[in-house]
């Protein structure tokens, strides 16, 4: 997976998941494969308002 350096040093993954509109069933069921896959930069915001 491609990374960017940040500014302040931080190196994150130029590749993420967003989980806006996801059910919780959705979410519970995504995030874990995602991870399994290779994933490190998960979307939470706050702002999805997510239900």
């Known amino acids: 997976m491609e990374h960017i350096t940040l500014n302040n040093g931080v190196?994150?993954?130029?590749?993420?998941?967003?989980?806006?509109?996801?059910?919780?069933?959705?979410?519970?069921?995504?995030?874990?494969?995602?991870?399994?896959v290779g994933y490190r930069l998960i979307d939470t915001a706050s702002r999805h308002y997510n239900r």
């Open 11 to 36: 190196v994150m993954p130029k590749l993420g998941l967003g989980l806006f509109q996801m059910s919780d069933a959705e979410v519970t069921e995504t995030v874990p494969a995602a991870l399994e």
